[in-house]
């Protein structure tokens, strides 16, 4: 059991930058693959970043490749995610999400635990 918790959402204006971290509790972090989802008004939950167990391997989404940075700190337990340069329509709930490693994908269906999200909001 892995319980998830993001902070780190805010406004910023269009080309400012935010980090988000998600904490998570329990010994095991290090065994599962993590993702970072977002989620607008009235859209689906999509794929921003994923991240392996060890940080080898990471993948991002098309939109956000460039710009974003994902990372992170197994000895604080800590998954982060860099936005820089950030858009207006980078505007979202953002959640952070953990599957067993070997499963990291751009799925939300594959991910067993989720946080509660942050929201980010970029004015233009």
């Known amino acids: 059991q892995v319980q998830l918790v993001e902070s780190g959402g805010g406004l910023v204006q269009a080309g400012g930058s935010l980090r988000l971290s998600c904490a998570a509790s329990?010994?095991?972090?290090?065994?599962?693959?993590m993702g970072w989802f977002r989620q607008a008004p009235r859209k689906d939950r999509e794929f921003v970043a994923s991240i392996t167990w060890s940080g080898e391997t990471v993948d991002y989404a098309d939109s956000v490749k460039g710009r974003f940075t994902i990372s992170r700190d197994n000895a604080k337990n800590t998954v982060y995610l860099q936005m820089n340069s950030l858009k207006p329509e980078d505007t979202a709930v953002y959640y952070c999400?953990?599957?067993?490693?070997?499963?990291?994908?751009?799925?939300?269906?594959?991910?067993?635990?989720w946080g509660q999200g942050t929201q980010v909001t970029v004015s233009s």
């Open positions: 999400a953990g599957v067993r490693k070997g499963w990291a994908s751009n799925s939300p269906m594959l991910y067993d635990y």
């Open positions: 329990g010994r095991t972090f290090s065994t599962y693959d």
